[in-house]
């Protein structure tokens, strides 16, 4: 039995997740000299490359999920 409650919780985290990636890129992107400036702009690459992945990570373990008929 699928539950559409769970699959939409799911798919909102997901949302979620890709806007705040979409969000700290931004951030990252205005800010990048400042950021150089101070040194700080590899931490903020390897959040931004550590969020892309999770999102992607996400993103399949959901479609697997779907495909499987597990949620």
């Known amino acids: 039995m699928k539950s559409t409650k769970l699959r ?12 705040m990636l979409m969000g700290v890129s931004l951030f990252v992107a205005v800010r990048a000299e400042g950021l150089a400036d101070i040194n700080r702009l590899s931490v903020w690459v390897v959040a931004v ?7 992607v990570f996400g993103s399949v373990q959901l479609y697997t999920w779907m495909n499987n008929g597990d949620i």
């Open 49 to 55: 490359l550590c969020l892309l992945f999770v999102s």
């Open 8 to 19: 939409m919780a799911w798919i909102t985290l997901n949302i979620f997740c890709y806007v």
